[in-house]
Structures are given as C-alpha cells and as structure tokens.
C-alpha cells in the first residue's frame, strides 16, 4: 500500500473562520502571525513515523490572508524536513475543478474545494487519487501522531473481510484529550444541556468499543484519525453540503452505499485544540447538521438503489440524533440556554427562527449530494495517477508572486460581483451560495447563504461481526502560471518513476493487488482486496 497523510489546516486574521449558516464556518483557526501554530507540532510528531511518504497539506484561509498562511505553512514543511509535502492552495483547488468541471452536474457548486469541511476533504481524496496513494489517512492539524507506528496501525486490517464478508476498506482510530482519556469529559454539564449533551452517549458506545476485539464495526468516526483506502474513497465522496460533523456523515454515507467503517481500539492520536467555548453560532451549526443529516436519510431511505438507515442501527449514539425527538432536543435546549447564558438574544433568535431557517437549507440541498455522489466514481477513477493534475499538485501555485497577484486579482473580481449581485437580489438567507468576499479583517463574511446538498438514502447493511484478533518540487512551469490555463495548455509533468511498493506487510494484514509489479492497477483505482 502506499498511504498519504491529509491534514486539512484553517488559517484566518484571527481565531475565527466564518459565520454559522452556511458550511463555510470552523470550529477553530490558527491566526497567520501566530508564533506557536498547532501545524508546528503535528508535522514535528511525524518525522518519527515509519513509512512515511506523501504529505498532503490542505490549506483553507480567507483571500486577504491565503498567501501568509501558504507561506506559513511552507516554512513549517521545510522546518521538519518531511520527504514529500505537497501543499495545496486556492490556486491548485481552482485550476484542478476547471479539469473535471465537464464531468460534475450543473449548478452543483463547490463539492470539491477548499471551501467547508466535505468539501476539503474531498480534496484530499482527489489529490491523493492524482498522486497514485491508494490509502488516505487523514489527521487534523491540532493533533499529533503518538508513535512511530502510526502509518502501521493505520492500515492493520486493511485487506481483511469480516465474517459477514464485509471487507474492511475504512477505519477510524480515537484520540486522547488533555487528561489522556478516550472518554468525552462529563464534569460540569450544565443542567440546561442535558438535551444537548453527547457525551453519555458516545462514552457508553466508546467504552463498550475500547473494551472489545481490536477491530469491530463502528458508530462513530474520528476524522482526525481516519484511515480510507481507495476501494472506499473512490467510490464514496463525503458529503460537501453538512454544515460540521463530515466525518460521522461520511459512515452514514458507506453504510447507505453498502460499505462500513471499522474501529481500531489500538490506533489513536493525542488532540489539543484550542478550548473553545460552546458559543450560540457553534450550536445554530449543529442544528443545521442534524436537520440536513435527518432529512438526508428520510430523502435516502425513499432510494431503494441505497440501503436502509434508521436511529436505531446507530444506538447508543449518534441515533438519537437522527430520530424524531430532535426537534424537542433542538427547543428545549434553546430556550434554556436563552436563560442561563449570557447570549439570551441569539438562543432566542434560534429558537425561534432555527426549525424555518434548518429546515429550509435541508431541502435546498439535500438531493445535491446524490447528485453529486452519482459522477464521483468517474471523477476520482479519472484523476488516478493523472500527470496534469500531479503537475498543478507539485507546482509553486500560491507560492508563485504572480499567481498570488493573479488571485488577488480574481478575489477582488468576485468580491465586486457578490455585492453587486446582493445589492440587486437582497442578502441570502441560510441557503444562499457561498459567501466569496473576506471582510477587511482577513475574515470570511457574514454567509451570502447556504452551503450545500444532502444525500443518500439511509440503509445500514446487516451488522458485520468483529473480527478476532522536504516538499517535492514540480516541473518549473508549473510555478508559471499567472492565471489560469487556457483550453489546451494544461502542462504535462515527466513520467515518475514508479514508487516503492512496500516488500512486507505488517502481521495480520493481507495485501492489496495495487502494485504494477503485483498484478494491480498502475493506472486506476486498486482492486478489491481479497480474502
């Protein structure tokens, strides 16, 4: 196998990313002229790690500020000295989307982007299907890899079937907080949000996971320790149109498509993001999730091409969540949280407006995704190993002062556009499109709407039963571009010599036929695991 690292980084001005409403909004950023970033710490725990090849870094930041954070992020790679970092930036995003624009439905927006959380991640799936890596392993950059085995562990099962048949293609691993526990910390839950709160739910399914067999199928994922191998993620996007929680939709997306996700009771991550308070905007986010996630599934279960989800497949947690007592979880919460914390307006607001505004992005976009998920297949088997993509992925891109300049440029451009057009057409409501102007502060403003589609049709296959047991510089033209390539100029990079295919496999791991020398595919996804 050869897996790449994806470690999707938000950058801003501040410590703030976006506004709720919209999927264009983030838990967290790392402010540019931080001196301590988090990034520093993630790569500095890879260097350790056995097997690393490929770093994808994913760099999301407002216009006014992309260029310092590309730069920031450069200088940390080039620190730590990794083998082969590719950075991807705005620049990259737009050209790559201009090559597969033919092949994605009409007025579908930005499915694959740097622009909300399904949608980064989509990217990364896309460059590692370029760049030939048949295992993604994402981490988040407020985390860091605990042992030299990391990559090791990280793909321990892949290969395997479970004793239904299912094979195992995705995984997800656990991280340990601040107080080195698994468990999610239940000192000081206020009384206001016992409707709200997750963590007796997701303790008890955790507790009963770390207790089990190493390898079993699982409820919930963590995307800051996720392993997918291609046979999955070309098959299966994420979903670009949820507001949070991309990775826990993504097992409900292979569950409808009639995979799984697995969990690694030995695979984990130590996570230390900033404290973030529990803030009115960061619970709007949420409800906004959860009314998408439901209405996702009901629209999805009505699909008999999908297989069937109900609340009850995904007991203790998160099928509370996804049932018919949301909308009173949703109220109660709000009209509490409009007493006893000091935001009373904006709870009051939400729990008045929340069930219109939700619901109202739920139906805008919750076919979008299966319209989107219905070419994914072709888009990714396209991009594997392809040379054009591998060229834009390797070159300069925010790097370059003209492609810089050029962008800036074209910011600008859309900045005037979005306000001449919210001027004609008044301010969108939660299901507006993508907000494209940054403020004069660096931030991304208020959004202009929504975000973007639902998805699948739920359907849980029959539960599986637990198994025992230095950045690569790209061909100088590609440094060139000023803006971007007319019809016919895409540049085409030298063939690469083909990589090294491990020669050993870790214990209790089967091998995939994805090396030429193998038999497998050079030129397109791997082949199914065997047996």
Known sequence: MNPAIVIPTYWSSSDHLGNPGGVQCYDHATPVESEHP?????????????????????????????????????????????????????FKSMVINQKIAGELPPDIGEPISLRGYGAIRNMGL?????????????????????DENFLVNAVYGF????????????????????????????????????????????????????????ISRSNVVCGGCFAVHAEAFTRVSFDSWITRGEDLDYLINMRLYGMDVWFDNRWRVRHTPPRIKDTAGRFLQDVYRWVYERRKIEICNSNIDLHKLTPEALMPYPGPWIGPDLPQRVKKTAFWRSLMTPEHAAYRRIHKTWRKDATAYAEQHCTKYLEF??????????????????????????????????????????????????ASAGTGGAGAAFPVTPSASGSWGAPAGAGQGAGPAGGAPASGQPLDGAASEGAEGASAFAGQPADGEWPVAAPQDEPAWPSEVPDG????????AAGGRAGGRPQAPEA
Not at 41 to 49: E, F, G, I, R, T
Not at 63 to 75: G, I, L, Q
């Open 509 to 516: 791991v089967a091998s995939w036929n994805a090396s030429p």
């Open 159 to 214: 290969g395997q079937v479970s004793r239904q048949g299912l094979p195992i293609v995705a995984k997800s691993g656990y991280f340990l907080d601040r107080r080195n526990s698994a468990l999610a910390d239940r000192r000081n839950v206020k009384f206001y949000d016992k409707h709200w709160a997750k963590r007796a739910e997701f303790n008890q399914w955790m507790t009963q996971a770390l207790a089990g067999p190493r």
């Open 38 to 90: 988090q990034l520093d710490l993630c790569l500095a725990s890879l260097k350790q790690v056995l097997g690393l090849k490929t770093v994808i870094i994913l760099v999301t930041a407002p216009p006014a500020v992309e260029e310092r954070a590309v730069r920031r992020v450069k200088e940390l790679a080039d620190k730590h000295e990794l083998p082969d970092v590719v950075i991807v930036d705005s």
């Open 373 to 422: 998920q219905s070419c994914w297949p072709v888009i990714a088997n396209g991009c594997w190993m392809d040379e054009e993509i591998q060229h834009v992925l390797r070159g300069a891109g925010m790097l370059s002062p003209a492609v810089a300049e050029r962008m800036a440029q074209r910011a600008g451009m859309m900045g005037e556009q979005a306000a001449a057009s919210a």
């Open 126 to 146: 896309l460059a590692c299907c370029a760049l030939g890596c048949d295992v993604a392993v994402f981490i988040d950059d407020d985390e860091t890899v605990l």
